[in-house]
């Protein structure tokens, strides 16, 4: 109940703008190494395992760490429950001109293309997850894409029913856009 309320504690906040987001720089590769680390023995309890595909050099991004960490585990915490036993869950880092992308790919049950215009919809939930189960509090999505524009970034949705899905956590590696003095 408490991460429930501070969830939805927190996409008020960065919605109505009122997060000072804490910038620095960091490597985004070793985000992605640390917020998949204490994800392992979930992934376990279902045979599922969790490839990593990034460049052997860092990939610097000026963002609010914690935050960034915060998003990404929402992502893989949707992949996790979407996805099949024994399958594998797919995180990609990459710089992208400008921006650094995190891609978070699953082969689970996938999104009806009715369901995708509301995907970030507070409490909103699309679907089932792999085990039949209703699939959480419908927050995850919303937050993770607050917390994206608030850094001037997006996520993007491929997704095809059956074949799983792939979201994509785009921010400017030079970190937000400054905000213009009235």
């Known amino acids: ?9 927190d996409l008020t906040r960065l919605r109505m703008g009122g997060v ?12 992605a190494r640390e917020v998949s680390a204490p994800l392992s023995s979930l992934l376990a309890s279902r045979r599922q395992a969790l490839a990593i595909d990034a460049p052997a050099a860092p990939v610097w991004v000026y963002a ?19 996805s099949p036993n024994a399958s594998t869950i797919r995180l990609a880092v ?14 689970g049950v996938g999104i009806p293309p009715e369901d995708r215009p509301r995907l970030f919809e507070r409490f909103f939930s ?24 608030a850094h001037g970034g997006t996520i993007e949705v491929e997704s095809a029913p059956g074949q799983g899905s792939t979201f994509t956590l785009r921010v400017p590696a030079a970190g937000p856009p400054e905000e213009e003095e009235p």
């Open 94 to 107: 990459r710089t992208d001109g400008a921006d650094v992308t995190w891609s978070v790919a699953d082969l």
């Open 20 to 31: 000072q987001l804490q910038l620095r720089r960091f490597d985004a590769v070793a985000l």
């Open 126 to 149: 699309a679907a089932t997850d792999a085990a039949g189960q209703h699939a959480g509090t419908g927050l995850g999505l919303p937050l993770a894409l607050a917390i994206a524009q």
């Open 64 to 82: 609010d760490h914690r935050r960034l960490d915060q998003a990404l585990n929402n992502l893989l915490s949707n992949a996790h429950k979407f």
């Open 1 to 9: 109940m408490q991460r429930l309320v501070t969830e939805v504690l």
